[in-house]
T-cell receptor
Framework: GENVEQHPSTLSVQEGDSAVIKCTYS??????FPWYKQELGKRPQLIID?????GEKKDQRIAVTLNKTAKHFSLHITETQPEDSAVYFC???????????FGTGTRLQVTL | GAVVSQHPSRVICKSGTSVKIECRSL??????MFWYRQFPKKSLMLMAT?????????EQGVEKDKFLINHASLTLSTLTVTSAHPEDSSFYIC???????????FGPGTRLTVL
């Protein structure tokens, strides 16, 4: 089955700095690459996603880059704010209506 | 946007009892739904894929006789934890995609505590 890892497992940045989280996966058939933000006791919230025919996507302060050859994709958050503090998961999947395999998670702490 | 609900949001039960959790797609039809389990400070682990009108597909290591899944309509999937034990205490979350869609929509989760 798909093996998905994230690095780092914890990340502490000062407000205004950038944060980068990397996700590596094993299944070359994966072609959907979402990132989720989860706050304590809540459901995962999709913050950005990318498909395998695109290398990079940006939405305001958030961007995702994909290297399908190397089988990794990364989440980039710029100008971090305290409300960005949460656990972030990557969850590559096989495409439309396919199951997702969640990564190990990264706890981001944005300090004032 | 597409909305998925779960009921109950919290349940506490005694060891040995069975608990049913409902997952509903409120404004769309879902032929496929997914059930995940999340232990404290851990990632979401896929338990099974629920298929409307047919048997669920379970992930390796998940006991199908313990976690019964029924997807009897295009808007409802149920997960029954049979003979629950304290180690089954967890956060159970369902998700569903739109037909032909890439994004999955998650329910709010059900926190199960088995005493």
């Amino acid at each position: 089955g798909e093996n998905v890892e994230q690095h780092p497992s914890t990340l502490s940045v000062q407000e205004g700095d950038s944060a980068v989280i990397k996700c590596t996966y094993s299944d070359s058939a994966s072609n959907y690459f979402p990132w989720y933000k989860q706050e304590l006791g809540k459901r995962p919230q999709l913050i950005i996603d990318i498909r395998s025919n695109v290398g990079e996507k940006k939405d305001q302060r958030i961007a995702v880059t994909l290297n399908k050859t190397a089988k990794h994709f990364s989440l980039h958050i710029t100008e971090t704010q305290p409300e960005d503090s949460a656990v972030y998961f990557c969850a590559p999947g096989g495409g439309t209506a396919s199951k997702l395999t969640f990564g190990t998670g990264t706890r981001l702490q944005v300090t004032l | 946007g597409a909305v998925v609900s779960q009921h109950p949001s919290r349940v506490i039960c005694k060891s040995g009892t069975s608990v049913k959790i409902e997952c509903r797609s409120l404004d769309f039809q879902a032929t496929t739904m997914f059930w995940y389990r999340q232990f404290p400070k851990k990632s979401l682990m896929l338990m099974a894929t629920s298929n409307e009108g047919s048997k669920a597909t379970y992930e390796q290591g998940v006991e199908k006789d313990k976690f019964l899944i029924n997807h009897a309509s295009l808007t409802l999937s149920t997960l029954t934890v049979t003979s629950a034990h304290p180690e089954d205490s967890s956060f159970y979350i369902c998700s569903a995609p739109l037909a032909g869609g890439w994004e999955q929509f998650f329910g709010p989760g059900t926190r199960l505590t088995v005493l």
